[in-house]
């Protein structure tokens, strides 16, 4: 095997081969597949790109949203023309998952195109949610998160165009799926290509830790057509499991040792060296070829609406492979509501799949990285070496950063933001689409995301601060949300003698609504669900400026952390759950707007002053 360094600079070089094919096509014509499908025997055809690029939005609101920033990308000529871009809305009622989403999506290309659907070679990014977990990325959609390089800065969608950029040329008609919030990144052999071409599913995997695994899809591979070596290679998987326990990945045979195709039975022993290299092989991407998919949209059909979650990846791809049984549709532990009908839904979808092929194409020298979480998206931004080096990370990207400025931290990362001189921003910290003034100091390891600082502040460390416009009775206002990095926004209780558990930047939150003299009553939170936690609590004041709305919540930290009163006696509140239900996506995008026409501004001046 190569060694580490040598594998993480192949993945650089094949990266940015990637990226740099995306920025020739970015504002030109791209060559749609159209109905050349590739019949048996007939070379690939080069330059070939997506019929459709579909993103998956959870309500009409955010799909408005996805749409304005889609026209203005187009305008900007930053992403392939000739390409059909559709925002797809779930129907109302409950949530569906991303599976339901998919389903949903297969129906709306049948109602959009008819029989020529069956032609198209679809790329399915899911970007519906609120990302409770990344509340940066609540307001404008995770697949709009940006990335710290690129002029202008790449958002996550440019980099899926990237990554994927070599798969339609070696693709028969079907949905390439894929989530908004992770990063895949593979180099293969000059003579390998990864080609999508068989029926049923074909999923990608990636060698991984067994804790990675945990959490994640995890393939039991037929270890006589897989040898853990080279570049790439293409496999079936007898049986998936959906986030296993470590004792369940040995006993099924999934444990591998790097390098090496044998699997660990329950009952092997290895010495403690090869221990140390045991790895298991874990999911991010699938492909569904047009006939399965045309099964999966006559069965949404015959199901009628959806009225419960389904998993694309537990619900379709547990279904798959010849060790598949029917156990797992009666765990309802990775399903966010159980509903009456879950189960009875799970079963017919395992009933249609069981027997269908799950072909894996295993990418040896390829990494995973998710980026769902405040932690993780600190970590890969500023921390995480290897994504620095293989994705060519900037610590200044596409922003007016001055030489005089007083000190920018270690490993912060910078991105279409302008940092007047004498700011000073602390190490492993990210500020994006952003205005710094020149007293401002920033702690380390926080997240400063749409906001303009203009009054001499000390940010403390672990700070998550994101600004949002919002319209109420027709008159823009401004709300600032602001967290701890660690603060857990999914966390709920049921009673309101219960909210002492809750903590807001590590103190109890009873006791931060006591200083800012918030009274705990039924009109404390705005979920109608019993939901009652940070996300809908009504806490943050309604501003009639940005700078000010960032004021007074940083008051409201500063209080907490010296406790002392800021009472919030006079402002309107709302909750982090209001505050995307009233938010104003045009006033938002022409915030952002307005720095990058500043930066392009700047560019243009030293561009002539040399």
Known sequence: MRA????????????????ARLAALRGEAALPAGEAALPAGEAARPGRFWDVVALTAADAEQALGYRRQLAEKLSRKEL?????????????????????????VLRCLEDLYGDKWASFIVLLIHSGGYSQRLPSASALGKVFTALPFGDPVYQM?????????DFPSHMKPGVLVTCSDDIELYSTGVAETVTFDKPGFTALAHPSDLTVGTTHGVFVLDPSSFSGEGGLEYTSCRHFLHKPDIETMRQCGAVCVRGNSSQLSSSGERRDSERDSECVYTDSIFYIDHSTAKQLLTFYKEVGPLCCEIDAYGDFLQALGPGA??????????????????VEVRQKLYSLLKGTTLNVIVL??????????????????????????????????????SDKAEALGQ?????????EPGCCIGPGSVVEYSRIGPEVSVGKSSIISGSYINVKVDIPPNCFLSSLSIKMNDQVKYVSMVFSVEDDLKKSVKLLSDIPSLQFFGVSLLECL???????????????????????ARIFP????????????????????????????????????????????????????QIYDEICLQKQKEKSAL
């Open 4 to 19: 580490a360094g040598e594998r993480s600079a192949a993945r650089r070089e094949a990266t940015g081969r990637r990226l």
């Open 80 to 104: 392939p023309f000739g390409v059909r871009y559709h925002v797809f809305v779930d129907p109302p009622g409950p949530k569906i998952g991303n599976g339901g989403s998919t389903l949903h």
């Open 157 to 165: 969608l440019e980099l899926k165009l990237a990554m994927y950029i």
């Open 325 to 342: 049984t029917q156990d797992y549709t009666k765990n309802t532990s990775n399903v966010t509501k159980e509903e009456s009908r879950s």
């Open 364 to 401: 040896n020298n390829s990494k995973f990285y998710h980026i769902g979480t405040t932690q993780e998206y600190l970590f890969h931004f500023t921390s995480d070496s290897k994504l620095k080096f293989e994705l060519d990370l900037l610590s200044v990207a596409f922003s007016i950063f």
């Open 411 to 419: 490993s912060a990362s910078i991105i279409q933001s302008i940092l």
């Open 514 to 536: 006591g200083l800012w003299g918030v009274n705990v009553s039924d009109q404390l939170f705005s979920s109608e669900n019993t939901r009652l936690g940070l996300w809908t």
């Open 542 to 593: 309604v501003c009639s400026t940005l700078s000010e709305s960032v004021r007074m919540s940083l008051k409201m930290l500063n209080s907490v952390q010296h406790m002392s009163a800021f009472k919030l006696n006079g402002f309107k509140l709302l909750s982090v759950e209001e505050m995307l239900a009233y938010k104003d996506v045009e006033d938002m995008l022409k915030f952002r707007k």
